[in-house]
């Protein structure tokens, strides 16, 4: 079983910074073969995809997060890292990260969510 845990949320004050980690349990290669994700959910709205990096580096935002948000990934580490800056009050939900099999999509092994609050 693949184990996916994310940490690093916490509460923030708007305009402030956040660093989301996300570790896989499993093999060097076989992190290194999976494209990687981050997810959102706000109370009351869906999951929705936040940002995305291939297993070759190639990364990807929604626009909510083009310009403050940042996925990058340390193959060694086994990790993903979500460097979130300018926060927004909007930017509150559980922030979900996503290992794809290899590619994203619904069959992907998924955290159990760190709580990013923003306060104004």
């Known amino acids: 079983q693949v184990l996916v845990v994310e940490s690093g949320g916490g509460s923030v004050q708007a305009g402030g910074s956040l660093l989301l980690s996300c570790t896989v349990s499993?093999?060097?290669?076989?992190?290194?073969?999976?494209?990687m994700g981050w997810y959102r959910q706000a109370p009351g709205n869906e999951r929705e995809w936040v940002a995305g990096?291939?297993?070759?580096?190639?990364?990807k935002y929604a626009d909510s997060a083009k310009g403050r948000f940042t996925i990058s990934r340390d193959n060694a580490k086994k990790t993903v890292y979500l460097q979130m800056n300018s926060l927004e009050t909007g930017d509150t939900a559980v922030y979900y990260c996503?290992?794809?099999?290899?590619?994203?999509?619904?069959?992907?092994?998924w955290g159990q969510g760190t709580q990013v609050t923003v306060y104004s």
């Open positions: 996503a290992a794809g099999r290899p590619t994203l999509g619904p069959d992907s092994d």
């Open positions: 990096i291939t297993s070759g580096g190639l990364t």
């Open positions: 499993v093999s060097a290669r076989g992190f290194n073969n999976r494209a």
